[in-house]
């Protein structure tokens, strides 16, 4: 599909690991490069969560994006592996003092805004949303035993066709179904 003419390029590679934290175990397990961050420091800040109400924010968020380490303090086990599959994410699109491939995207057009997500471990969602969105009853049944959970992430794609011609369109954001 990548020699089609009428797709637009990504500079994402399909099973490429981008980010190995077992590479990256100090950092990951510590946080301790994301210190300097004011996104560590002022809660709020960087939420997982789609409200919009700063008084509601902490009431119903799943967990901040930073500091990004692999430890969460959060009563739901799929939250708790939802936003570290975000913090991970963060680390390959931000980058900073860690060992990681970067996803040559900036930050401000991969996931934290404009991105979603599909669940494809333990189950095998046929959509994709926003982390944060879903209650505590809708993902009850999503739990799995063994503490194993995977998910795509997906980009909003936007391009222009090199040659002559005009700009006919763009994808927003497609889950595979």
Known sequence: ????????RSKIKPYMPYYLSTLDEKMWR??????LYPSTWVPGMNEVSLN?????????????????????NQKNEVKTASVIAARALAVVSDGGARIYQSSGCA?????????????????????????????VEAL??????????GWTAWRNY?????GP?????????????
């Open 52 to 72: 919009k109400n700063q008084t509601d924010k902490f009431l119903k968020s799943w967990g901040s994006l930073y500091p990004r380490s692999g430890f969460l």
């Open 158 to 162: 936007g391009c222009c066709i090199p």
């Open 140 to 149: 009850k049944d999503k739990v799995d035993k063994d503490g194993q959970y």
């Open 107 to 135: 930050s401000a057009d991969c996931m934290k805004k404009n991105g979603k997500w599909q669940m494809i471990s333990p189950v095998e969602e046929k959509s994709c949303r926003a982390f944060g969105i879903e209650s």
């Open 30 to 35: 510590s946080g301790l490069s994301d210190m």
């Open 1 to 8: 599909m990548g020699q089609a003419q009428y797709l637009c």
């Open 165 to 177: 011609g005009m700009f006919i369109g763009s994808s927003i954001t497609g889950c595979l179904n």
